[in-house]
């Protein structure tokens, strides 16, 4: 049976295939080591190797490009902080023994490819204002080929199908908040801008092998929220919908805003209940994604991991009833 890394104790003499994300060379007090990360579907460990020899430096020289790779590595598991780390002793690249699949190590959400996409779908299909309805199949349909294998942000949702598993949340509680607010919040305006408003992350983010490696030059230039602005606005022209129609404009303010701050990357902050809505649906869905990664990783009655992005750790219990 494979030893997974969610498993893992203090002190296990453990020989398995990992999934290789990242390789480099450090120097330390005693000369120069390897620092890396491992992964499987379970989660990730940072590992070292010490007393590097000449095999080492080829192995180096050949795969630290080519990354991800499925590797064979034995270790010692250790307390390193409040972590555990692996000792490695070897890595095997690559590895003869075995035709194991990259897809095999990697996390994916807990949804169902198929019924979320005829979840949305019909969504959009249900949405009574035409324009909004006509902008939104477009533009979702410009993206869906691509949209299960993107993670929704590399902290959060992350692996394969997590852009759509975050998608389908935000639609489904912002049905819930529109239930409570009927009166104040337009269904048409707030779903419109639940579908669409992280659609563009596909074109921020590198993927290589089903893995985010970097964020694309684009990201850095424009980014997601300015990318998807322009998509509505593009998509409205060649349907031949006035791009200042009161819809557009007010759609492309959903998604302008939806970060809620300009430290956060909205150029302008929400101004209509319907983004401010967005904004916090968005907010509380993200959040408890890098919760469930957590949870996820972590053995019952136990601390997570330190989360940079929740700055504290989080413990795992059950309550019966």
Not at 40 to 66: M, N
Not at 162 to 180: A, K, P, Q, S, Y
Not at 194 to 209: G, M, R, S, T
């Amino acid at each position: 049976m494979r030893k997974v890394i969610q498993s893992l104790k203090v002190n296990e003499t453990i020989k398995e295939h990992f999934l290789l994300t990242s390789l480099q060379t450090k120097l330390g007090k005693n000369g120069t080591y390897f620092e890396m990360t491992l992964a499987d579907a379970s989660g990730e460990i940072k590992a070292r190797k010490w007393d590097l020899v000449e095999k080492d430096y080829q192995l180096y020289d050949v795969i630290h490009k080519e990354l991800p790779q499925v590797v064979l590595v034995k270790g010692l598991t250790r307390q390193f902080q409040q972590s555990i780390d692996l000792k490695v002793f070897y890595i095997v690249y690559p590895d003869v023994e075995t035709s194991i699949s990259i897809s095999e190590f990697l996390p994916s959400a807990p949804i169902n490819i198929d019924d979320s996409f005829r979840e949305l779908e019909e969504t959009i299909a249900s949405l009574q204002n035409e324009t909004l309805r006509r902008i939104v199949r477009e533009v979702f349909q410009l993206y869906k080929p691509f949209l299960p294998q993107y993670p929704a942000s590399i902290h959060g949702h992350q692996g394969y199908g997590g852009l759509l598993w975050h998608t389908t949340n935000t639609v489904r509680l912002c049905e819930t908040v529109i239930g409570l607010y009927p009166k104040m919040l337009n269904r048409d305006l707030l779903i419109s801008g639940a579908i669409l408003h992280d659609l563009a992350k596909i074109k921020d983010y590198k993927l290589e092998k089903g893995i985010v490696t970097k964020v694309t030059d684009k990201s850095k230039f424009v980014g997601h929220i300015v990318t998807m602005a322009y998509d509505i606005r593009e998509t409205a022209r060649v349907l031949n919908i006035d791009v200042h129609a009161q819809e557009v404009e007010l759609l492309e303010h959903m998604i302008l805003s939806h970060h809620g701050k300009g430290e956060f990357g909205s150029p302008v902050e929400p101004s209509i209940p319907e983004a401010f809505a967005l904004h916090l649906v968005d907010a509380l869905d993200t959040k408890l994604g890098v919760v469930h990664n957590l949870w996820e990783k972590t053995p019952l009655g136990e601390w997570s991991d330190w989360s940079k992005v929740l700055e504290k750790r989080i413990k795992k219990v059950t309550v019966e009833g």
